[in-house]
């Protein structure tokens, strides 16, 4: 019996995990989870995707704040993000901020950023730090 919830136990700690895979797999791109998670906030719902991106979504614990963690191809490099999506979207009301040799563009409830081949995009309606956007950035 005690294998049995041991087994149950690690497979409930280890879907997220495994879901990402799956999801990447199905998706065509290797998108992976932060390791960095904001104060309070878990992953809400089922790792959803598409050809060529996944996305997962958080939701605060007791609150309505949330937010979607996207992951897409691109072969833009920083320079590219700005002129084909961050300026077309803000304007120039936008921030960049630098974190351990990313770019990171701010606007709105914005934030966004390749890596690796890797569009980022954090979407939602929580007002996330630039400290806290770079944590999840480069926890992944």
Do not use: M
Not at 108 to 131: F, Q
């Amino acid at each position: 019996f005690a294998l049995v919830v041991l087994a149950a136990y690690l497979t409930y700690v280890n879907i997220p995990n495994l879901s990402i895979k799956i999801a990447s797999a199905n998706a065509g791109i290797s998108a992976s989870l932060p390791n960095y998670q904001p104060s309070g906030f878990h992953l809400n719902g089922p790792i959803s995707y598409s050809q060529g991106q996944v996305d997962v979504s958080y939701k605060q614990a007791g609150g309505k704040e949330k937010y979607t963690l996207i992951q897409r191809i691109s072969s833009w490099d920083p320079q590219a993000l700005l002129d084909n999506l961050v300026v077309k979207e803000a304007k120039d009301n936008y921030q960049i901020h630098s974190a351990n040799g990313l770019t990171i563009y701010t606007y709105g409830d914005k934030a966004t950023w390749v890596n690796g081949g890797i569009l980022h995009i954090i979407n939602g309606n929580t007002p996330l730090s630039s400290e806290q956007i770079a944590r999840i950035a480069n926890s992944i």
